[in-house]
Nanobody, 122 residues
């Protein structure tokens, strides 16, 4: 499975962006899809995930109410809609796939895409 993330960029605080992660094959029937991020000088952290089949979403507390993860099975694409962005959201965002249940541990991911940089200016 190959994953390709896109959609990052520079945005002012309070603005919005939508990240996309295109998968090379049908993944959503077997894989939980995730977004992680890594801010400068920090460890990579879990952001959001959608369960196998897309029935349940999971979020880290700091993005609840601002970010929304969704998936388009026909397009083999998972999205991360980010609203009310804050400077502390600045990071490289990665999509990842895990065969089976979601996990917020990066070590449990099976596949990773290259990151896309999100920069939020104050």
């Amino acid at each position: 499975v190959q994953l390709q993330a896109s959609g990052g960029g520079l945005v002012q605080a309070g603005g919005s962006l939508r990240l996309s992660c295109a998968a090379s094959a049908r993944t959503f029937s077997s894989y939980a899809m995730h977004w992680f991020r890594q801010a400068p000088g920090k460890e990579r952290e879990f952001v959001a995930a959608v369960s196998v089949g897309g029935g349940t979403n999971y979020y880290t507390d700091s993005v609840k109410g601002r970010f929304t993860i969704s998936s388009d099975n026909a397009q083999n694409t998972v999205y991360l809609r980010m609203n009310s962005l804050k400077p502390e959201d600045t990071a490289v965002y990665y999509c990842a796939a895990r065969r089976g249940p979601y996990s917020d541990y990066e070590s449990r991911m099976d596949y990773w895409g290259k990151g896309t940089l999100v920069t939020v200016s104050s």
